[in-house]
């Protein structure tokens, strides 16, 4: 199954600080037919203007990863934690037992980045936070994961979730091509987040997204100069 869903079809919010648009039911869009994907709860597609952003609030058993498009979102939290994550770089949080939280856009440019929210493995566990810069160079023509509740992941550099899942990232060139094999059972959920590429022979454009499964194997090929993300989730909460 691969089921294609443009960008100009996302539910809209516009609350004039935050361009919101929702892949699947969040806030005060619902839809009881896009509850999430798999154990893949919450895909956010968000602009936030300058010196705008997300006061304080609070979270519970919620494995949450921003992935930055462009300017940068600074973060704070109740655990002492603050930190900056720039265009291409990856935050990540374990919501756990609970965690209260801001995100501000503290920059003089629009942010734009990909909120998205991933059931963990387990209920509980203590809250964390971390943040690591991945230049896009590293993913040049090639599949990099960016965070991975897996140990031999983590291991290699990616940044760590309490979930069965991973996030991945690339930068293709035009004419170039990544092949990926499916973890047996997963459900892949691709967004592209600059230029144009075909997944299986579907054409993605920038903030497209393909949903998937029962897939042995994914071909994407750049049809421009193009940069997309896809998380892989194996298994939701028990």
Do not use: C
Not at 9 to 24: I, K, N, P, S, T
Not at 75 to 102: C, F, K
């Amino acid at each position: 199954m691969i089921e294609k869903r443009e960008f100009k079809d996302l539910a809209h919010v516009d609350h004039e600080w935050l361009q919101a648009r929702h892949h699947f039911s969040f806030g005060k869009y619902w839809d009881p037919a896009r509850m999430g994907f798999g154990p893949i709860r919450v895909w956010n597609d968000d602009e936030i203007q300058p010196k705008t952003g997300f006061p304080m609030h609070g979270h519970q058993d919620m494995e949450i990863i921003t992935y930055v498009r462009e300017g940068a979102i600074t973060h704070r939290d109740n655990l002492g934690n603050e930190g900056r994550t720039e265009a291409g770089d990856v935050q990540v949080m374990s919501a756990g037992t609970g965690v209260m939280h801001s995100e501000y856009n503290l920059e003089d440019v629009q942010t734009r980045l990909f909120q998205i929210w991933i059931e963990p493995r387990a209920a509980g566990g203590a809250p964390r936070w971390d943040a690591k810069a991945f230049p896009k160079g590293d993913r040049s023509g090639q599949l990099e994961i960016l965070a991975s509740g897996f140990d031999e992941d983590i291991s290699n550099g990616a940044l760590m979730i309490g979930a069965d899942a991973r996030l991945y990232g690339a930068s293709l060139t035009a004419g170039t091509t990544v092949e990926h094999r499916i973890a047996d059972g997963a459900h892949i959920y691709l967004v592209g987040s600059a230029g144009r590429i075909r997944v299986n022979g579907e054409i993605v454009a920038a903030r497209d997204s393909l949903a998937i499964r029962d897939v042995a194997s994914l071909q994407i090929e750049a049809v421009d100069d193009a940069e997309f993300v896809f998380v892989e989730a194996q298994q939701s909460l028990n």
